[in-house]
């Protein structure tokens, strides 16, 4: 089997599938790229059997056949080519390869196609249609909030609700929570499900946004795929908790400002908190916000006034700078309000300018001031 294909070309959908690629696999085989020829189109597919990317490039070939191919050495090969026509030679006995490159000739062992995992095929599923851009968009301003705690493991992906024409992104922490919701969905289904950690964080960078994104989904798999690319990854197996119920429904303190300034100020001020709460106090009254600080171990304190709106009885709350920090910086919009109760209940936070179609909400636990 022999085919001739761009370098540059080449790479670019190698890094795609590269991804998918875990550190430390099992099987040795899963270091490897699958490559599939069929009149005149490489497949190439890389799986961790968790998360799996097959892309497609047009290549020139003189025969159909698979090999699967070392990925690192591979990788390292192509980068370091300039930009010009390869060819690779495939003994079909042994599965050795030969590259050919302007420069010289290149020989690495490879395995035969069918000792490679099979992909999952999209079976029995249901299909929704999203633009890149509302995916890629929910992924951002959500994937921050998601667990790291392994005995949690529905809260290690981002809950995806389906519900006909509306598509609800939910991540949690227990600490934070942001919910994400696209009104526009064309669509006759109605389920849920949850994305692992690993997937959407290759997706984020991979969704093109001007594209169409088509996402299917069976009880088992989700399957994404847009332009020349599929990305399979295994659902988590889990019930997610009732994100609803920790949402604070009655808050009568309003507090609204600019984000940028409240961004920066939490920045500067949260060098002087505890290191280990990241614990900063709002001061708010009727027209002033008071941020500040204190690490009583050191003798670090810092304070700062800004000017706010703000409806309500005067409140002191403290919370983590580091959630507050990471919660405004995937707010587009200029001001931020948030919507707060008593020091000891949940704060909101939300963007002051919506469209119609997407909707975002921030939950924030408070940190427990000390006396």
Do not use: W
Not at 264 to 269: E, G, T, Y
Not at 281 to 291: E, F, K
């Amino acid at each position: 089997m022999k085919f001739s294909v761009s370098s540059a070309d080449l790479l670019k959908q190698l890094q795609i599938a590269a991804g998918s690629i875990a550190q430390n696999t099992v099987l040795p085989i899963l270091e490897d790229f699958l490559f599939t020829i069929s009149n005149n189109k490489l497949q190439i597919a890389a799986t961790d059997l968790e998360t799996s990317i097959t892309t497609e490039i047009d290549v020139k070939a003189d025969s159909n056949g698979s090999v699967a191919v070392p990925a690192k050495i591979l990788l390292e090969t192509l980068k370091a080519l300039p930009q010009q026509p390869i060819t690779f030679n495939i003994d079909d006995n042994n599965f050795g390869i030969e590259i050919t490159s302007s420069y010289g000739k290149y020989r690495l062992a490879g395995e035969s196609g069918e000792d490679f995992p099979k992909i999952p095929e999209p079976d029995a599923v249901d299909t929704v249609a999203l633009p890149g851009k509302v995916l890629g968009q929910g992924i951002n301003k959500t994937l921050f909030a998601t667990s790291t705690d392994e005995l949690r493991t529905a809260m290690t992906g981002v809950y995806f609700q389906v519900d006909f024409d509306k598509l609800t992104m939910v991540a949690t922490d227990a600490h934070k929570l942001v919910k994400y919701t696209f009104n526009q969905l064309s669509s006759d289904v109605a389920t849920s499900f949850i994305v692992p950690k690993k997937a959407l964080n290759l997706l984020k960078s991979a969704v093109p946004e001007g594209e169409d994104v088509s996402l299917s989904f069976n009880k088992a798999n989700a399957f994404f795929a847009f332009g020349n690319t599929q990305l399979v990854c295994r659902l988590i197996d889990a019930k997610y908790p009732d994100y609803n119920a920790v949402i604070p429904v009655d808050n009568p303190n309003l507090l609204s400002l600019p984000r940028t300034d409240f961004q920066n100020s939490l920045k500067r001020i949260a060098i002087y908190a505890n290191k280990t709460t990241n614990q900063v106090v709002l001061n708010i009254n009727d027209g002033s916000l008071t941020v500040s600080a204190q690490d009583l171990d050191f003798s670090n304190e810092a304070t700062e006034q800004l000017a706010c709106t703000y409806t309500g009885d005067p409140l002191v709350i403290g919370f983590n700078a580091k959630f507050l920090i990471e919660m405004l910086g995937v707010i587009n919009s200029e001001e931020i309000k948030m919507e707060l109760s008593t020091p000891t209940r949940a704060g909101i936070l939300l963007p002051t300018d919506e469209s119609d179609e997407e909707r975002i909400l921030m939950l924030v636990m408070p940190v427990m001031l000390s006396n």
